[in-house]
């Protein structure tokens, strides 16, 4: 069964420090992978995907994240947290052909202390 | 620009109502796609559309109907709520094409007492 694995349920970091929120992947196939954030009381917003190529992908707001093939595993970065990066995170996952269905993992509640 | 747009944003039932949650998009998107989101599960799929007049079941979809009579509309369809349903629901849309994010709306909290 396919599946997306968010292992913290919250990260801790303060502000100017470096962040990482972690996701792992189980699919069959090359997948689409895709991290999303949500503030409260809001739909979900895109960061960030990748699809091929560079393993390093660039987002909005200063996000990045590695795709690592051998390790299943697609890491969200950030090089120095800000406070308003406090939300929920979420790390998806899309197997070509899969007519556009995202597997979402449970989500990372980071909070950004200054 | 409105994006995808979702009625209403609160919802009160009883146990045994129906309801229908709105959800329209004005960026002709060929797929749309209804999630749930509870606490500590993520979000899960209920139903899908790859474009009109078709639609499929996702991962949850006992006690939900969908239609798409339109590209813009995607109406979920609560046949006779439960208290399982309380949930929040988001609408969400994107291009037929590999790789494409989807867009979400901003939700609608239901509650079934």
């Known amino acids: 069964a396919q599946s997306v694995a968010q292992p913290e349920d919250q990260v801790n970091v303060a502000e100017g420090n470096p962040l990482t929120v972690k996701c792992t992947y189980s699919?069959?196939?090359?997948?689409?992978l895709f991290w999303y954030v949500q503030y409260p009381n809001r739909g979900l917003q895109f960061l960030l995907k990748y699809i091929t190529g560079d393993n390093l992908v660039k987002g909005s707001y200063g996000f990045e994240a590695e795709f690592n093939k051998s390790q299943t595993s697609f890491h969200l970065k950030k090089p120095s947290a800000l406070v308003s990066d406090s939300a929920l995170y979420f790390c998806?996952?899309?197997?070509?052909?899969?007519?556009?269905?995202?597997?979402f993992g449970k989500g990372t509640k980071l909070s950004v202390k200054p | 620009n409105a994006g995808v747009t979702q009625t209403p944003k609160f919802q009160v039932l009883k146990t045994g109502q129906s309801m229908t949650l709105q959800c329209a998009q004005d960026m002709n998107h060929e797929y749309m796609s209804w999630y749930r989101q509870d606490p500590g599960m993520g979000l899960r799929l209920i139903h899908y559309s790859v474009g009109a007049g078709i639609t499929d079941q996702g991962e949850v979809p006992n006690g939900y109907n969908v239609s798409r009579s339109t590209t813009e509309d995607f109406p979920l369809r609560l046949l006779s709520a439960a208290p399982s349903q309380t949930s929040v629901y988001f609408c969400?849309?994107?291009?037929?094409?590999?790789?494409?994010?989807?867009?979400f709306g901003n939700g609608t909290r239901l509650t079934v007492t």
């Open positions: 969400a849309s994107s291009r037929r094409v590999e790789g494409s994010p989807l867009h």
């Open positions: 998806a996952v899309r197997t070509p052909g899969s007519q556009g269905n995202l597997i």
């Open positions: 699919v069959s196939g090359n997948p689409y």
